[in-house]
Nanobody, 126 residues
Framework: QVQLVESGGGLVQPGGSLRLSCAAS????????IGWFRQAPGKEREGVSC????????YYADSVKGRFTISRDNAENTVYLQMTSLKPEDTAVYYC???????????????????WGQGTQVTVSS
């Protein structure tokens, strides 16, 4: 059974940090690119970042560039999203998704991803 499970979300003050994890089971994570998306209430799901299957290529949305870092540990079947300097506008449900075989130039499009996790809530508020 293919499964992606996000964890690490929570409530954090502006300027704080969180690290999200995306654990995979039921398939070989190392063969897939992994994207992180987020969706705030009343807004469309937007691409945050993507990492190639090998980890050598990464993409970021302009809104998070310089603040978020995506990484992966294929041996542990896990992808991470380190978030720093968090802002209230980063508040959303964060999802990870798997795409075979690569992120591609349109990595930010949700429709290209094959598998999705259930999401983890991130709230940035004082």
């Amino acid at each position: 059974q293919v499964q992606l499970v996000e964890s690490g979300g929570g409530l954090v003050q502006p300027g704080g940090s969180l690290r999200l994890s995306c654990a995979a089971s039921g398939f070989t994570l190392a063969s897939y690119a992994i994207g992180w998306f987020r969706q705030a209430p009343g807004k469309e799901r937007e691409g945050v970042s993507c990492i190639s299957s090998s980890g050598s290529i990464t993409y970021y949305a302009d809104s998070v560039k310089g603040r978020f870092t995506i990484s992966r540990d294929n041996a542990e079947n896990t992808v991470y999203l380190q978030m720093t300097s968090l802002k209230p506008e980063d508040t959303a449900v964060y999802y990870c998704a798997a795409d075979y075989p690569s992120c591609g130039s349109r990595w930010y499009g949700p429709s290209k991803y094959d598998y999705w996790g259930q999401g983890t809530q991130v709230t940035v508020s004082s």
